[in-house]
């Protein structure tokens, strides 16, 4: 046993193992060589036994040197020489092959049969300069000795010439090594061959799979924008457009953002892939689901005229709106849906209609829809028109505060101000700041253009308070720049450089912004107020309505909606709950301020009812700075000869 795998050993340093297996078969076709080599040198030491030691010495020799330096050429292989030894061994052949050739009688060498086996060896191994190289000078050396057994120039000793047994073992040796070369080399072919085949069949199996993806979404399998497009415009032939439309159904998600947020993309992949599982459930069979991207989602069916959208709509917005549970907690996700129809439109065309129709329900109630209208283009146009004009609006000074004052309802006395924003420059349809503020905070415009705002408004503060007029200046800040983790630290830097007191500053919320209240929004009010920054809230009433809720959020002001003065003549219904704002305002420690008073009746009921401040037209509409300094300065703190108020 112990005999036994020594000769397992030794065997496998022979043919080296522990090298790739090209390499590995290199060096056996090499040891092959060798063997053939030492067996020819035997069948010559019996020729030359049988004939003369002088007539077989040369090749004698010549075949021994080959034998060491093929074992020189075998280390190389190991050593990683490859090229190396393959251009030696090539070398080495053709000056061995010619000549023993020659010496046996040249074409009646059973010699000649290793030359194909040898191309072949050449063919595979060597690159293709040393192949040609090859070729070249064997199939000269060829012909030379072709030539040279028709024309004897240098004849070879008839007695070389073999025959009897030393032919037959001469022959058998060279075609048993013809034979296992061209095995050797057959070997590697039928491999490479069939690894080619392999391959050729993952790259079809890949092409199919990369079709098929590019058809699909990889996370959901819904179909992707393309073949959503694809699918579309094959229906949209068939359409029978005398009695059928096809319904366009955009979903996206509302609010998506905070599950990403709160859990990480993974909660997120699967709130998605249960999305789209509902929303197949709740269309009708033959309607194509899509997903556009992220959490936006698409649905589309061919309908005949009479069918009822808004069923389809809300019946999707339940299946959406189903709790489910997320790592072990419920959680309910709701969608904005927009919806638009045609016979006529394309596929892009139809997708953008339904989007709009998608973003007035996001921007109002959100888990709703709503569907497409004209108006509804016009405005979008509108937008685009506003948005466009707007990007350089700071450098060609599009704008210019207004300021309207704040009036102590007690003593009729200016107290302070609110700067608001007006487009005075290249505004050639007049657009108000209720057109062309929502769509600046629709983009990254409302960071720029409200840093300049509050800069604006405390260098006009801080002339003002120079020139004897120590009002509070009040500016509206918009939900999404308080979502800049650096704004409060901006306001910082515009108090330090205005030198405007921070004291005198009040930043007035929309009361929208406590719906998306954030930890982030948080940190920036609590900073603020560090600074010494009062906080309003603006439009009190309109919106999320908890009073309760701002306890913790440490509000200076409440400011009361105008709508809630229109409807003072009716004493039993808003009176009473202005009045309980008040109150529990007052207990709370803040400022009531009531917006859009225009007339001394207004005036004496929000008195009664305890609001402290009035803003409105019946003081002053709102101004250009120059012109409200001209009318403090003229009429000192009561601009307006009011009666006081007991």
Not at 63 to 72: D, Q
Not at 371 to 376: F, G, R, V, W
Not at 482 to 502: G, M
């Amino acid at each position: 046993m112990h005999k036994i795998k020594q000769l397992y050993k030794a065997k496998k340093r022979l043919i080296s193992s522990d090298l790739p297996t090209s390499d590995r078969r290199l060096v056996l076709v090499f040891r092959f060589v060798q063997v053939t080599i030492l067996l020819n040198l035997i069948n010559i030491l019996y020729l030359s036994i049988s004939q003369s030691v002088d007539d077989y010495l040369p090749l004698f020799v010549l075949l021994l040197f080959p034998l060491f330096i093929v074992e020189y050429i075998n280390r190389l292989v190991k050593c990683g020489q490859r090229r190396k030894s393959i251009n030696i061994f090539l070398g080495l052949a053709l000056v061995i092959l010619p000549f023993v050739v020659w010496f046996e009688g040249g074409l009646l060498s059973p010699t000649i049969i290793m030359i194909p086996a040898f191309v072949m060896f050449a063919a595979l191994y060597a690159t293709f300069r040393d192949f040609v190289v090859t070729v070249t000078i064997l199939t000269i050396a060829v012909f030379i000795v072709c030539l040279n057994g028709i024309y004897g120039w240098l004849p070879s000793n008839p007695a070389h010439q073999l025959s009897g047994f030393p032919r037959l073992i001469a022959t058998f040796i060279a075609t048993v090594t013809s034979v296992y070369v061209t095995w050797a080399i057959g070997t590697d072919l039928h491999v490479a061959l069939k690894e080619v085949d392999t391959e050729h069949e993952q790259v079809k199996k890949s092409q199919s799979r990369v079709e098929a993806l590019s058809q699909f979404d990889l996370l959901t399998g819904l179909h992707n924008r393309k073949s959503s497009k694809d699918i579309f415009n094959k229906m949209f032939l068939e359409l029978d457009k005398t009695r059928q439309r096809m319904v366009f159904f955009f979903i996206d998600l509302d609010s998506f953002k905070s599950i990403n947020d709160l859990f990480d993309h993974s909660a997120g992949d699967e709130v998605i892939i249960t999305i789209a599982d509902r929303i197949q459930l709740a269309v009708p069979e033959g309607t194509i689901v899509g997903r556009m991207g992220g959490d936006e989602f698409t649905a589309f069916l061919v309908v005949d005229k009479d069918f009822d959208e808004d069923k389809l709509a809300k019946k999707i917005l339940k299946y959406i709106s189903k709790k489910h549970h997320l790592f072990g907690s419920p959680a309910a996700v709701t969608a904005s849906i927009g919806v638009a129809s045609s016979n006529e439109d394309s596929f892009d065309l139809l997708l953008k209609k339904a989007d709009m129709a998608m973003y007035l329900t996001k921007n109002k109630e959100k888990n709703g829809y709503h569907h497409y209208t004209a108006e509804l283009e016009k405005k979008h146009m509108k937008n685009t028109i506003i948005q466009d004009q707007l990007k350089d609006s700071l450098k060609q000074e599009l704008f210019e505060l207004h300021y309207q004052p704040k009036i102590d309802i007690h003593t009729n006395e200016t107290i302070g101000v609110e700067a608001l924003i007006r487009w005075v420059k290249n505004n050639p349809n007049n657009y108000g700041p209720g057109e062309f503020m929502p769509v600046m905070e629709s983009t990254k415009l409302v960071h720029d253009i409200g840093d300049w705002v509050i800069k604006e408004a405390c260098k006009t503060g801080k002339h003002w308070h120079d020139l004897g007029h120590p009002l509070t200046m009040a500016v509206n800040v918009s939900s999404k720049q308080l979502t800049n983790d650096a704004f409060a630290e901006q306001v910082k830097a515009i108090l330090e450089v205005t030198k405007f007191p921070p004291e005198y500053l009040q930043i007035e919320l929309t009361e929208q912004f406590l719906i998306n209240e954030n930890e982030i929004v948080n940190k920036q009010l609590e900073s603020l107020k560090r600074l010494g920054v009062s906080l309003a809230i603006d439009d009190f009433g309109t919106g999320y309505s908890n009073i309760g809720y701002l306890t913790r959020l440490n509000v200076d002001a409440l400011k009361i909606d105008q709508s809630f003065v229109r409807q003072l003549s009716d004493p039993d219904g808003i009176c009473s709950v202005i009045r309980a704002i008040t109150k529990t305002a007052k207990v709370m420690g803040m400022k009531v301020v009531m917006e859009g008073i225009e007339t001394p009746y207004e005036l004496e009921q929000v008195a009664e009812l305890g609001c402290d401040i009035g803003q409105g037209y019946l003081w002053s509409k709102p101004k250009p700075a120059s012109q409200l300094l001209e009318q403090l300065s003229s009429f000192g703190k009561t601009p307006f000869d009011m009666p006081q108020l007991s």
